[in-house]
């Protein structure tokens, strides 16, 4: 069944893969037939060529039939011979000259055994015309006659042979060019546009849904595709926005046990209490930032990495913090600057935190921008560093879930928002202490 809609041509295709391969073999085979039947009806067209056997023994006929014709009948006779063979010349009389001898001949080789008796062959020599060869013949009365033929080919390739293998050749490529351009068309473009469309998605930019073209198996792969990626968006937004409405909700009692607990005299239990309710807050704050991390509808901007490096290290620093920033060169890169200076303080909080001071450099490797956040801490087990992504999981376990010590996010929140701009992160040790955290960001 052909499809409706798209172009004419295309609409005339089966819907199928499997029809439109049986399609172009089909195709590809009636080609070639055409092209063969084409070459050898072009190599056989006129009369075939003649086997030396079959021409010498018919000059021998002719020679033997002038020798017994009486001398008044020879030129009538003769000019029978010419329609009959019209690619054999017969002169007569000829006036045989000292001709420039060719090498010897099977032909004249062939007629000498033929005519034995009175009849004499000559050597064959070369005649007017370069393509064709003469042998002269003395019939019995002493009178010469010459024998003009088309120089001898030897029976093997037919002439023309080469010309079909070339033609042949240049079909084939032809079918082969059909059937690549067709895999290109039909095949591969649909499933280029699928791959940079799953890749593409969750990033946080505004993708278009796949284009439902191409064969039947590729539109329903395209629409399944259309629909999970628009079912996950719908799962993703419902969620973030029950929990905003949960978080926002939870502010309101979080705000009255608040006022009810400063009412309250200045006791050990106050104090206690007042904490439990900022660790809540910061709690519901730190969940709703995780859960828009990574998926910002902010626009995308091209900016210098260094110069929101800079900006990080001299914030810290005009609170006493110990960052410091590697000069470096310049780099810029495409992205929201406010996710990344998110992304690179949670990390140089984790620094400082279990290090103690934190150093930051850039540098180009590549096409990519790698910023590293050094720090004089004891690290992370290796057998640890993938669960530090993991949210609300942190370094170390023996620590209180609180607001100081934080909630184990700020590596899950770093990660979502590397990876929306096709960057990547890592973990490495430093020599001979300390530990570095690699953020590689694509240079714009």
Not at 307 to 313: D, G
Not at 402 to 424: C, K, P, Q, W
Request: with cysteine.
């Amino acid at each position: 069944m052909a499809r409706e809609g798209g172009r004419f041509w295309t609409r005339l295709l089966p819907d199928r893969i499997a029809a439109q391969i049986a399609l172009l073999v089909v195709m590809s085979v009636l080609l070639l037939h055409a092209a063969v039947y084409i070459t050898v009806v072009s190599i056989r067209r006129g009369p075939p060529p003649e086997h030396p056997a079959e021409t010498t023994g018919r000059v021998a006929g002719f020679v033997q039939m002038l020798d017994a014709a009486p001398l008044a009948e020879r030129a009538a006779l003769i000019a029978r011979m010419a329609q009959a063979s019209p690619g054999l010349t017969l002169t007569y009389p000829f006036a045989q000259t000292s001709g420039s001898p060719r090498a010897q001949d099977p032909r004249a080789q062939h007629l000498r055994r033929l005519l034995r008796g009175n009849l004499v062959v000559a050597d064959p020599e070369q005649s007017d015309d370069p393509r064709r060869v003469r042998i002269p013949v003395t019939l019995s009365d002493g009178t010469v006659v010459a024998v003009t033929l088309p120089f001898d080919q030897p029976p093997g390739a037919p002439p023309g042979f080469g010309g079909a293998v070339i033609g042949t050749a240049i079909f084939l490529l032809l079918i082969l060019s059909l059937l690549g351009t067709w895999t290109a068309l039909f095949l591969l473009r649909p499933l280029r546009a699928m791959e940079t469309t799953v890749e593409a998605y969750g990033s946080g930019d505004t993708h278009t849904p796949l284009p439902e073209t191409g064969p039947r198996e590729i539109r329903t792969v395209s629409k399944a595709i259309n629909r999970m990626q628009e079912r996950i968006t719908r799962l993703l937004e419902d969620r973030t926005r029950t929990l905003a409405a949960v978080g926002h909700d939870l502010r309101t009692p979080i705000t009255r046990l608040r006022l009810r607990a400063e009412m309250l005299e200045d006791t050990p239990e106050k104090a206690r209490m007042l904490a439990d309710l900022d660790q809540m807050d910061a709690m519901v704050q730190s969940a709703l930032s995780h859960l828009r991390d990574g998926r910002g509808t902010g626009q995308s901007a091209t900016f210098d990495l260094h110069s929101l490096l800079q900006t990080i290290a001299d914030r810290y620093q005009d609170v006493g913090k110990p960052v410091t920033m590697v000069e470096t060169g310049r780099l810029a890169v495409r992205g929201r600057a406010l996710d990344i200076d998110r992304a690179v303080t949670n990390i140089v909080d984790n620094a400082l935190k279990y290090g103690e001071t934190a150093a930051i450099a850039l540098f180009r490797v590549g096409e990519c921008a790698v910023v590293e956040i050094s720090d004089e801490g004891p690290g992370i087990a290796a057998e640890r560093r993938e669960a530090m992504f993991q949210p609300f999981v942190r370094g170390d376990e023996a620590r209180n879930m609180n607001e100081a010590d934080g909630f184990g996010l700020g590596l899950s929140i770093t990660r979502a928002v590397v990876e929306a701009h096709e960057g990547t992160i890592s973990f490495a040790d430093r020599k001979p202490k300390g530990f570095t955290v690699r953020v590689t960001l694509p240079v714009a």
